[in-house]
């Protein structure tokens, strides 16, 4: 990957619907040189693919916390991620360092919402118990910069 491959991604991470052409008048390419370019980030998993940005708050989602999740015994990542993902409410999970085996980031529509789906996650068989903190204000939401 070089500078105009970073100049790219640049340009698509700050609108993803530029056309080829578009793309090439910022970096210096033909819209074909471009259209090869992302082919190839596409296929070395540099970029993973393209999507909306959607505001979870206007679509209803605007209560959200992160929940430690301290599991029964040595779980494996895999089987935290399977329990994991017919929940609707968990937006990311991660594995982390620590006491906690994973770190949960849930959004629901309102508190009554969140508990509900905390008491769905605590019924967990693998997990042991949980611990929540619940976001009062987002100060920061930073995308990756190239």
């Known amino acids: 990957m070089d500078s105009i491959d970073q100049r790219i991604i640049s340009c698509l991470m700050a609108n993803a619907r530029s056309s080829y052409a578009e793309i090439g008048k910022e970096v210096g390419l033909s819209a074909p040189a471009v259209k090869r370019r992302v082919d190839k980030l596409l296929d070395n998993g540099v970029l993973r693919g393209f999507t909306a940005v959607v505001d979870p708050e206007a679509l209803g989602w605007g209560t959200e916390a992160f929940v430690e999740v301290h599991c029964k015994g040595n779980v494996a990542p895999h089987d935290i991620q399977h329990r ?63």
């Open 84 to 146: 994991l993902e017919p929940m609707a409410e968990v937006s990311a999970a991660y594995t982390v360092s620590g006491a906690a085996d994973a770190i949960v980031h849930l959004r629901a529509a309102d508190i009554h919402h969140l508990e509900t789906a905390l008491e769905r996650l605590r019924a967990v068989e693998i997990i042991d118990r949980t611990v929540s903190t619940v976001v009062l204000s987002r100060l920061l939401d930073r995308p990756l910069a190239p």
